[in-house]
Nanobody, 126 residues
Framework: HVQLVESGGGSVQAGGSLRLSCDVS????????MAWFRQAPGKMREGVAS???????TYTHSVKDRFTISKDNAKNTVYLQMNSLKPEDTGMYYC?????????????????????WGQGTQVTVS
């Protein structure tokens, strides 16, 4: 039974930083595909960053050079360090996970690639 619990959201001024955490239970992040998604009011859920089993990251264009995804295998936790935050980064941020075989052409930032989801943590940038 895989469970994901996000934390670290909050309200911050533009230009500030936040670090989101996703605590995982029921499966090892070392062998999982992990990602962060966000959803703003009235908008579709968007893939922000992912990290595969080898630790290779993928970012959506709008957050490159500002956000960093990482994982701590010992703590079984995935992080999203968010710097230089902008108002357009506002939204509910969700942690997602999947495991098993992924074909060579899989889409790391597509929501349908992930079966397990957390409840989300709110990020507000003003």
């Amino acid at each position: 039974h895989v469970q994901l619990v996000e934390s670290g959201g909050g309200s911050v001024q533009a230009g500030g930083s936040l670090r989101l955490s996703c605590d995982v239970s029921g499966y090892s992040v070392q062998t999982a595909y992990m990602a962060w998604f966000r959803q703003a009011p009235g908008k579709m859920r968007e893939g922000v960053a992912s990290i595969d089993r080898a630790g290779y990251p993928t970012y959506t264009h709008s957050v490159k050079d500002r956000f960093t995804i990482s994982k701590d295998n010992a703590k079984n936790t995935v992080y999203l360090q968010m710097n230089s935050l902008k108002p357009e980064d506002t939204g509910m941020y969700y942690c997602a996970a999947d495991y098993g075989y992924k074909w060579a052409g899989w889409q790391p930032l597509a929501a349908n690639e992930y079966r397990f989801w957390g409840q989300g943590t709110q990020v507000t940038v003003s």
